[in-house]
């Protein structure tokens, strides 16, 4: 098998360790909004809100919701068979399949079992990771992993959620914020593209307050009085969760781009994590990007959590925005606290 050329255009970090032209790249991608939409004005209805206040603060204008009958395993095979059918993958082919999710259908069996189930990819092993928004750039760095050390050919990497079933729909400060979804990848050896260059990951558990979940785990199991006080909906302390993300989100895009030995004016495509277009224009400017080199879709769905960037990636590869050869920067943030970023030679 042939080595892809060495760049001169960046640095492949890879290249420091053996692996003998192997790479990780992309092959296909995927994803899957719910039909329902959401919009501002139909929150009005629900809560003491209004479009102007959800729209300046945070840049939505909607967000799609399952229905009841919908999970998160369901919405993460749609986005599945889209990216193998990119791919030219088929079921049989998928030797893993990751699945990042705070929403699983259940606590266990893994969501990515499900998935596994209702693709058919009966040799895959399968397994969930829990990052939160984070959760789509730690995946594909596992993946990645497993692909580069050769333990497997081709890697299922999904972002899914059904946020709608852990916000409390009476609640304005968060209930405005979240969409459903799912993004995929298929990770795969392949000679002609140098594919995944880095990943970045970091995490501080000392700020795990800013965003959780309390109720429905070994600390707070589910009853009666746990669902009352509403310890199974998602809670957010929404201005430091804001700081922090707008920093963890610059620094780790910085350290990725040093690590490839590029500037920012070298990357075609940034996909922020879609969570607030304030964040996006606060980290945009802080690493010198231009807007135009900015994805944003959030308008459209809000935040999706470990879905975003996945979703994202699949608009900017349908409409174009991202063609082969580009580079570009993938830069996320979530519960944890966690963030990361990417760069991909697409
Ligand atoms: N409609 C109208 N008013 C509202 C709403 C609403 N939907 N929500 C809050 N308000 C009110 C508040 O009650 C507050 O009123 P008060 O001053 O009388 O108390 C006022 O608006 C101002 O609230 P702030 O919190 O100051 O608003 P802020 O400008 O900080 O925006 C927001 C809030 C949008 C939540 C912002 O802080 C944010 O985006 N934070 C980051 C969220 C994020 O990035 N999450 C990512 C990770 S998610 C994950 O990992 C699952």
């Given at each position: 098998m042939s080595t892809p050329a060495p760049s001169k255009k960046f640095k492949n970090p890879r290249a420091n360790f053996n692996f003998q032209g192997r790479t990780c790249s992309i092959s296909g991608v995927g994803s899957y909004v719910p039909e329902r939409i959401i919009t501002n004005a139909d929150l009005e209805k629900m809560v003491d809100t209004s479009d102007e206040w959800i729209f300046s603060r945070t840049g939505i204008r909607s967000r799609r919701v399952a229905a009841s009958d919908q999970y998160t395993s369901d919405l993460a095979t749609n986005a599945a068979l889209k990216a193998m059918k990119m791919a030219g993958v088929k079921a049989e082919q998928i030797d893993l399949i990751i699945v990042a999710t705070i929403t699983p259908d259940m606590p266990f069996p893994s969501t990515a079992c499900l998935v596994q189930q209702k693709i058919g990819a009966y040799r895959a092993a399968a397994f969930d990771i829990e990052a939160a928004c984070s959760g789509f750039i730690f995946a594909l760095e596992i993946g990645q992993q497993f692909i580069m050390s050769r333990t497997y050919n081709t890697v299922l990497v999904i972002g899914a959620e059904k946020l709608s079933s852990i916000v409390?729909?009476?609640?304005r400060n968060t209930c405005v914020l979240f969409g459903d979804g799912a993004g995929a990848a298929i990770l795969q050896n392949r000679p002609d593209s140098h594919g995944l260059l880095t990943a970045c990951m970091g995490s501080d558990g000392q700020k795990a307050d800013l965003l959780s979940m309390p109720g429905g785990g070994s600390r707070c199991p589910a009853s009666a009085e746990s669902v009352s006080a509403g310890l199974h909906f998602l809670r957010m302390d929404g201005k430091e969760t804001f700081k922090n993300a707008v920093q963890a989100m610059n620094t780790a895009a910085q350290e990725s781009l040093r690590r490839c030995e590029i500037d920012i004016t070298q990357i075609k495509c940034i996909i922020p994590h879609q969570a607030n277009r304030r964040i996006i224009d606060a980290v945009a400017e802080r690493l010198g990007a231009k807007q135009e080199q900015l994805f944003v879709n959030l308008d459209k769905y809000g935040n999706t959590s470990a879905a975003s960037v996945a979703i994202a990636l699949d608009e900017a590869v349908a409409t174009k925005r991202i063609q082969r050869g580009d580079l570009i920067l993938l830069v996320v943030f979530g519960a944890g606290l966690t963030w990361g970023a990417a760069v991909i030679e697409w």
């Amino acid at each position: 098998m042939s080595t892809p050329a060495p760049s001169k255009k960046f640095k492949n970090p890879r290249a420091n360790f053996n692996f003998q032209g192997r790479t990780c790249s992309i092959s296909g991608v995927g994803s899957y909004v719910p039909e329902r939409i959401i919009t501002n004005a139909d929150l009005e209805k629900m809560v003491d809100t209004s479009d102007e206040w959800i729209f300046s603060r945070t840049g939505i204008r909607s967000r799609r919701v399952a229905a009841s009958d919908q999970y998160t395993s369901d919405l993460a095979t749609n986005a599945a068979l889209k990216a193998m059918k990119m791919a030219g993958v088929k079921a049989e082919q998928i030797d893993l399949i990751i699945v990042a999710t705070i929403t699983p259908d259940m606590p266990f069996p893994s969501t990515a079992c499900l998935v596994q189930q209702k693709i058919g990819a009966y040799r895959a092993a399968a397994f969930d990771i829990e990052a939160a928004c984070s959760g789509f750039i730690f995946a594909l760095e596992i993946g990645q992993q497993f692909i580069m050390s050769r333990t497997y050919n081709t890697v299922l990497v999904i972002g899914a959620e059904k946020l709608s079933s852990i916000v409390n729909w009476t609640d304005r400060n968060t209930c405005v914020l979240f969409g459903d979804g799912a993004g995929a990848a298929i990770l795969q050896n392949r000679p002609d593209s140098h594919g995944l260059l880095t990943a970045c990951m970091g995490s501080d558990g000392q700020k795990a307050d800013l965003l959780s979940m309390p109720g429905g785990g070994s600390r707070c199991p589910a009853s009666a009085e746990s669902v009352s006080a509403g310890l199974h909906f998602l809670r957010m302390d929404g201005k430091e969760t804001f700081k922090n993300a707008v920093q963890a989100m610059n620094t780790a895009a910085q350290e990725s781009l040093r690590r490839c030995e590029i500037d920012i004016t070298q990357i075609k495509c940034i996909i922020p994590h879609q969570a607030n277009r304030r964040i996006i224009d606060a980290v945009a400017e802080r690493l010198g990007a231009k807007q135009e080199q900015l994805f944003v879709n959030l308008d459209k769905y809000g935040n999706t959590s470990a879905a975003s960037v996945a979703i994202a990636l699949d608009e900017a590869v349908a409409t174009k925005r991202i063609q082969r050869g580009d580079l570009i920067l993938l830069v996320v943030f979530g519960a944890g606290l966690t963030w990361g970023a990417a760069v991909i030679e697409w």
